[in-house]
Nanobody, 126 residues
Framework: QVQLVESGGGLVQAGGSLRLSCAASGLTFSYYTMGWFRQAPGKEREFVAGISWNNGRTYYSDNVKGRFTTSRDNAKNTAYLQINNTRPEDTAVYYC???????????????????WGQGTQVTVSS
């Protein structure tokens, strides 16, 4: 079965950095656009970054652009989210998700993703 497993979360001070990983199994990883979403307590899940399956094009929400970088290593079936210059408002559970190619999905719409990880907590202290 398909599994997405996030890792790399933790507690970090404001201004620090974290690198999240998302290890995928049970699917042809290179056929999937990978997205990163986050959900803070009492808030809706929001898109933060994505990377396309075919050309590696990346997408970011406006509030993380310039601080977050997503990448992928198809040989390792792993996607990454580098978070720099962390802010307290980045505190959330971070999820990776996989969207099948040719599905007609939108990269920043959660319901268009086929598979989800269990999430990893990121806490930024001020």
């Amino acid at each position: 079965q398909v599994q997405l497993v996030e890792s790399g979360g933790g507690l970090v001070q404001a201004g620090g950095s974290l690198r999240l990983s998302c290890a995928a199994s049970g699917l042809t990883f290179s056929y999937y656009t990978m997205g990163w979403f986050r959900q803070a307590p009492g808030k809706e899940r929001e898109f933060v970054a994505g990377i396309s399956w075919n050309n590696g094009r990346t997408y970011y929400s406006d509030n993380v652009k310039g601080r977050f970088t997503t990448s992928r290593d198809n040989a390792k079936n792993t996607a990454y989210l580098q978070i720099n210059n962390t802010r307290p408002e980045d505190t959330a559970v971070y999820y990776c998700a996989a969207q099948q190619r040719f599905s007609g999905g939108v990269y920043n719409r959660a319901r268009d993703y086929n598979y989800w990880g269990q999430g990893t907590q990121v806490t930024v202290s001020s």
